[in-house]
């Protein structure tokens, strides 16, 4: 029976193989820097975990080292080892110590999830799409969708992320989150951002072809560059959608036939030969069953060998009754 503890031995192997340890904690680069409170925290747990473990892994790695050198048998012993009957003060040490360091490892890791998921009444929220091979941003609120995700320092932002075909994953490094999106379920992650800057948003699900181009930027900026362009985000809707609305407005006014023809001399007689009264390239207009809303929408979009956007605006509606009238 071996009762004297050999810690000199102990202590040196200990020392090495702490360093060891730490060494490849410390001098590998493992986490990116914490860009949200959400980070912070997961990034906390994460390290409190590994340096628990890494000091169980020091005592029990060294007791074996030892044990292993100590007790290692001759190259001619050939018996049986003495049997042995355990030793139960040290059995009720090993049970009662781990027991103890997961009870405190579940109450930080629910403390950590339990504020990473506390939702401000104030919070931001920003829909997000994943399809192969891009992600898409909506923010309801202003009615805009975007490429890249911005969202404001200092504040929560609510990202409800959501699947258009099959399942990819959110994930930014710097913000600690990660959330499958999943079709017909919406996810949903929270952040508090911290610090400003641009990180990748990265797809963590193997989704098709395209799954390691799945890439896209998340800007984090200050809170009043954050209403700066949402304002001018939201003024570019409206404006293109003010102009679109206007644009159908002006194709679909009734149209100057004396214009029109001279809109289908320069465009289209190329192909529509003599005025539309017999077939070139394309064939003739003089006879032609289609309606005006065909005629402007053929003219408008194209069909077949004839491309779209010959004529806009008034001259699309100056052309069409031109057609109208000789057709
Ligand atoms: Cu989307 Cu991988």
Same mark, same amino acid.
């Given at each position: 029976?071996?009762?004297?503890?050999?810690?000199?031995?102990?202590?040196?192997?200990?020392?090495?193989?702490?360093?060891? &340890?730490?060494?490849?904690?410390?001098?590998?680069?493992?986490?990116?820097?914490?860009?949200?409170? %959400?980070?912070?925290?997961?990034?906390?747990?994460?390290? +409190?975990?590994?340096?628990?473990?890494?000091? +169980?892994?020091?005592?029990?790695?060294?007791?074996?080292?030892?044990?292993?050198?100590?007790?290692?048998?001759? =190259?001619?012993?050939?018996?049986?080892?003495?049997?042995?009957?355990?030793? &139960? /003060?040290?059995?009720?040490?090993? $049970?009662?110590?781990?027991?103890?360091?997961?009870?405190?490892?579940?109450?930080?890791?629910?403390?950590?999830?339990?504020?990473? !998921?506390?939702?401000?009444? =104030?919070?931001?929220?920003?829909?997000?799409?994943? %399809?192969?091979?891009?992600? &898409?941003?909506?923010?309801?609120?202003?009615?805009?969708? $975007?490429? &890249?995700?911005?969202?404001?320092?200092?504040?929560?932002? %609510?990202?409800?992320?959501?699947?258009? =075909?099959?399942?990819?994953?959110?994930?930014?490094?710097?913000?600690?989150?990660?959330?499958?999106?999943?079709?017909?379920?919406?996810?949903?992650?929270?952040?508090?951002?911290? /610090?400003?800057?641009?990180?990748?948003?990265?797809?963590?699900?193997?989704?098709?072809?395209?799954?390691?181009?799945?890439?896209?930027?998340?800007?984090?900026?200050?809170? /009043?560059?954050?209403?700066?362009?949402?304002? @001018?985000?939201?003024?570019?809707? @409206?404006?293109?959608?003010?102009?679109?609305?206007?644009?159908?407005?002006?194709?679909?006014?009734?149209?100057?036939? !004396?214009?029109? @023809?001279?809109?289908?001399?320069? /465009?289209?007689?190329?192909?529509?030969?003599?005025?539309?009264?017999?077939?070139?390239?394309?064939?003739?207009?003089?006879? #032609?069953?289609?309606?005006?809303?065909?005629?402007?929408? %053929?003219?408008?979009?194209? @069909?077949?060998?004839?491309?779209?956007?010959?004529?806009?605006?008034?001259?699309?509606?100056?052309?069409?009754?031109?057609?109208? #009238?000789?057709?």
């Amino acid at each position: 029976m071996y009762t004297k503890i050999p810690i000199i031995p102990l202590a040196v192997i200990a020392v090495v193989v702490a360093a060891i &340890t730490a060494a490849q904690a410390l001098i590998i680069d493992w986490l990116p820097p914490a860009s949200t409170e %959400q980070a912070e925290r997961t990034f906390g747990l994460l390290w +409190f975990l590994f340096w628990m473990s890494a000091v +169980f892994f020091v005592i029990v790695t060294s007791i074996l080292i030892y044990a292993i050198w100590k007790w290692r048998a001759s =190259d001619d012993d050939l018996e049986d080892g003495p049997p042995t009957h355990g030793n &139960t /003060k040290l059995e009720i040490v090993w $049970t009662v110590v781990p027991s103890i360091a997961l009870v405190i490892v579940a109450v930080y890791g629910y403390i950590v999830l339990e504020r990473n !998921e506390a939702v401000a009444a =104030d919070r931001i929220t920003v829909d997000v799409y994943a %399809q192969q091979f891009m992600w &898409t941003y909506g923010y309801p609120e202003a009615g805009i969708e $975007t490429g &890249t995700l911005v969202v404001p320092e200092g504040r929560q932002v %609510q990202l409800n992320v959501r699947a258009r =075909d099959v399942i990819h994953d959110f994930w930014v490094p710097e913000f600690g989150i990660k959330g499958d999106a999943v079709p017909g379920i919406t996810h949903t992650l929270w952040i508090n951002p911290t /610090k400003t800057g641009t990180y990748p948003v990265v797809c963590a699900e193997l989704c098709g072809v395209g799954h390691s181009v799945m890439r896209s930027e998340v800007k984090v900026v200050s809170a /009043k560059e954050y209403a700066a362009w949402l304002a @001018k985000a939201t003024a570019r809707v @409206k404006a293109s959608t003010a102009a679109a609305a206007a644009a159908t407005k002006l194709e679909s006014a009734p149209g100057d036939v !004396e214009a029109g @023809k001279a809109v289908f001399e320069a /465009k289209c007689s190329g192909c529509h030969a003599d005025l539309g009264k017999t077939a070139g390239v394309g064939p003739a207009i003089v006879g #032609s069953t289609l309606t005006t809303d065909q005629i402007r929408d %053929q003219i408008k979009n194209g @069909k077949g060998a004839m491309p779209g956007g010959l004529a806009t605006g008034t001259d699309l509606a100056d052309v069409v009754a031109f057609v109208e #009238s000789i057709k």
